[in-house]
């Protein structure tokens, strides 16, 4: 049985193996955090990334859902740092552009939260600024995925297509989880 921080995953109580991010990433969790990890070095922000399993309420058409699934979330190591920041930012919930916008970015719940289009055209933009900056502190190791992060973002301007982001969970399949926070 796969386990998760020591924990069993259960059909109950399933365990994160991948995530889709429309348009962006479809892979191991794992590999997305590294990218966000190198950005968040590069921009300052005293983040990590953890583990956290949160209630679930499935559809109703599903007969047995999860009780819990299971989150990758941002943990401010620096509490001075996020005092300011508004509620519902691990969501994707911002009404306005923040100063460093690749904030929307590192501080997003995966699965759970949506890019929303209205910050695509800077979040691009500040992902050209720092492109060189990635490839030297990532050391190559995640090139491939800034590149189709520019790339997202630049299009998601474009089109004005909200991103959203699901999870693929052992056992039990494919959820879009969206939680509060």
Request: charged fraction near 25%; include cysteine; hydrophobic fraction near 40%.
């Amino acid at each position: 049985m796969a386990e998760d921080n020591g924990h069993p995953w259960t059909d109950q109580h399933p365990g994160l193996a991948e995530i889709a991010i429309d348009g962006l990433y479809c892979g191991k969790p794992a590999r997305f955090l590294q990218w966000r990890a190198i950005i968040a070095e590069i921009v300052g922000a005293p983040l990590d990334y953890v583990s956290r399993r949160h209630p679930f309420e499935g559809p109703s058409d599903v007969p047995t859902p999860p009780l819990t699934l299971e989150f990758c979330e941002p943990r401010i190591t620096d509490q001075a740092w996020g005092q300011d920041l508004p509620t519902g930012v691990r969501s994707g919930r911002w009404d306005a552009t923040p100063e460093e916008p690749l904030l929307i970015v590192l501080l997003a719940r995966v699965p759970g939260a949506t890019f929303h289009a209205r910050h695509a055209r800077a979040i691009a933009q500040r992902l050209d600024e720092i492109d060189e900056l990635v490839h030297v502190v990532g050391k190559g190791w995640v090139t491939g995925l800034h590149e189709q992060a520019r790339r997202c973002f630049a299009e998601q301007a474009i089109t004005g297509k909200d991103i959203a982001m699901s999870g693929g969970y052992e056992p039990g399949g494919w959820w879009s989880p969206r939680r509060a926070d």
